[in-house]
T-cell receptor, first 113, second 114 residues
Framework: GENVEQHPSTLSVQEGDSAVIKCTYSDSASNYFPWYKQELGKRPQLIIDIRSNVGEKKDQRIAVTLNKTAKHFSLHITETQPEDSAVYFCAASSSGGSYIPTFGRGTSLIVHP | SQTIHQWPATLVQPVGSPLSLECTVEGTSNPNLYWYRQAAGRGLQLLFYSVGIGQISSEVPQNLSASRPQDRQFILSSKKLLLSDSGFYLC?????????????FGQGTRLTVV
């Protein structure tokens, strides 16, 4: 099955700095890579995703890059704000019917004012 | 619009007691359904998934079981809870008709076994 590794487990930055979270996956059949944000006590919610036919995608202050050859993808947050503080999860899944999202272990991002 | 309901939101149960968590999806048909557990506020561990009524796949051997008695209903159960069953349980769904897309999560159930 798929295995997703995520680093770092904790990331502490000053407000206005950039934050980068990296993930690697093992299954070359994976073709969908979402990122979820989970605030304390809440459900995870999608913030951005990328498919295997695209190398980079950007949405305002967040961007995701994908390197299919190396099997890794990254989340970039620029101009961080205190409200960006949360746990971020990467995930990978493949087509074929079950679409099982395999998640990384999460990164706790702390943005200091 | 599609919505997912999960209940209860919190639950405190004694060791050895039974468990039943329920999840229902509205506004869609034939969704893929998933149960995840999140321990210590981190890491989403897949417990069960279902691609149709009565079709349950287990990812982790444990004293939990799942059932899908109706198309949009997914139930997580246990006959006897263990202390190690404590955690945050999340139900999720993916619309099969749109293919490989984002997962939508329920509000979660915080289970504390005492």
């Amino acid at each position: 099955g798929e295995n997703v590794e995520q680093h770092p487990s904790t990331l502490s930055v000053q407000e206005g700095d950039s934050a980068v979270i990296k993930c690697t996956y093992s299954d070359s059949a994976s073709n969908y890579f979402p990122w979820y944000k989970q605030e304390l006590g809440k459900r995870p919610q999608l913030i951005i995703d990328i498919r295997s036919n695209v190398g980079e995608k950007k949405d305002q202050r967040i961007a995701v890059t994908l390197n299919k050859t190396a099997k890794h993808f990254s989340l970039h947050i620029t101009e961080t704000q205190p409200e960006d503080s949360a746990v971020y999860f990467c995930a990978a899944s493949s087509s074929g019917g079950s679409y099982i999202p395999t998640f990384g272990r999460g990164t706790s991002l702390i943005v200091h004012p | 619009s599609q919505t997912i309901h999960q209940w209860p939101a919190t639950l405190v149960q004694p060791v050895g007691s039974p468990l039943s968590l329920e999840c229902t999806v509205e506004g869609t048909s034939n969704p893929n359904l998933y149960w995840y557990r999140q321990a210590a506020g981190r890491g989403l561990q897949l417990l069960f998934y279902s691609v149709g009524i009565g079709q349950i796949s287990s990812e982790v051997p444990q004293n939990l079981s799942a059932s899908r008695p109706q198309d949009r209903q997914f139930i997580l159960s246990s006959k006897k809870l263990l202390l190690s069953d404590s955690g945050f349980y999340l139900c999720a769904w993916i619309p099969r008709r749109t293919g490989n897309t984002e997962a939508f999560f329920g509000q979660g159930t915080r289970l504390t076994v005492v």
